[in-house]
């Protein structure tokens, strides 16, 4: 666990209609994921390793 706290980003390609995922990765070990239009509400969190294979998996053609 660590003691930073997420910087929340989302994607460049995101629209701004608000239905967007957002992602931190600026700690280490995890990469947490919420919804853009509930920021308060809950946050999957993800191991970085877990992470890197899904988005080289959906960017793979």
Known sequence: MTTES????????????????EVA???TGIVPVRDSKTP???VL???AEA?????????AP
């Open 6 to 21: 997420p910087r929340w980003r989302k994607s460049s390609y995101s629209e701004n209609g608000g239905a967007c995922v």
């Open 25 to 27: 990765t600026n700690l």
């Open 40 to 42: 308060g509400g809950p």
């Open 45 to 47: 969190n993800f191991r």
């Open 51 to 59: 992470f890197a294979a899904f988005v080289a998996g959906i960017k």
